[in-house]
T-cell receptor
Framework: DTGVSQDPRHKITKRGQNVTFRCDPI?????LYWYRQTLGQGPEFLTY????????KSRLLSDRFSAERPKGSFSTLEIQRTEQGDSAMYLC?????????????FGQGTRLTVV | AQTVTQSQPEMSVQEAETVTLSCTYD???????LFWYKQPPSRQMILVIR??????QNATENRFSVNFQKAAKSFSLKISDSQLGDTAMYFC???????????FGQGTRLTINP
């Protein structure tokens, strides 16, 4: 499968624990995006990378959240001291260039449940 | 700030029927892009169709077509000859020119019944 891959698919954690998600984009894609989707809502933008540079962050990305894309390949999204409000689907997407020119391909997401 | 509104939380039609999903948006931008994405149950979101705001002609992709009304800020999706595999959440999304942040609506859950 050469699509966008996310790991794990599901994560249940206790409040206060740290969690880390991984996204492997399509190999030649230099843009990578993170979105959060809560139940019954559309995805909300969190951040995006062009190669290894993080170029934009949403206000939704509090200081408990950090995203990295070392070497411009895979990306990780870490949430520290998780709260119940962090429960959501975390979606990763990638595109060859800007998404006004090329299609963004989404992964299947990581569903986080904080108990 | 841009907003996207999908006023139909759920829709249900019979197989082979035509269905139209509504989307309105609010922006002060003159150049932008609009998209419809499909999210099947437990599967990844895929792009259905896109429209550049500077193009007057409505986009068409096989059974999927849009009715883009720029002055009314309306962007509806028509699915002709609906199939069981069209069952999914459908999201309308907005992208200002030069931006990288998609703004999504709340989604419409479409069910195609046999």
């Amino acid at each position: 499968d050469t699509g966008v891959s996310q790991d794990p698919r599901h994560k249940i954690t206790k409040r206060g624990q740290n969690v880390t998600f991984r996204c492997d984009p399509i190999s030649e894609h230099n843009r990578l995006y993170w979105y959060r989707q809560t139940l019954g809502q559309g995805p909300e933008f969190l951040t995006y990378f062009q190669n290894e540079a993080q170029l934009e962050k949403s206000r939704l990305l509090s200081d408990r959240f950090s995203a990295e894309r070392p070497k411009g390949s895979f990306s990780t999204l870490e949430i520290q001291r998780t709260e119940q409000g962090d429960s959501a689907m975390y979606l990763c997407a990638s595109s060859l260039t800007g998404i006004s020119n090329t299609e963004a391909f989404f992964g299947q997401g990581t569903r986080l449940t904080v108990v | 700030a841009q907003t996207v509104t999908q006023s139909q939380p759920e829709m249900s039609v019979q197989e082979a029927e035509t269905v139209t999903l509504s989307c309105t948006y609010d922006t002060s931008e003159s150049n932008y892009y609009l998209f419809w994405y499909k999210q099947p149950p437990s599967r990844q979101m895929i792009l259905v169709i896109r429209q550049e705001a500077y193009k007057q002609q409505n986009a068409t992709e096989n059974r999927f077509s849009v009715n883009f009304q720029k002055a009314a800020k309306s962007f509806s999706l028509k699915i002709s000859d609906s199939q069981l595999g069209d069952t999914a959440m459908y999201f309308c999304a907005f992208l200002p020119q030069g931006a990288q942040k998609l703004v999504f609506g709340q989604g419409t859950r479409l069910t195609i019944n046999p």
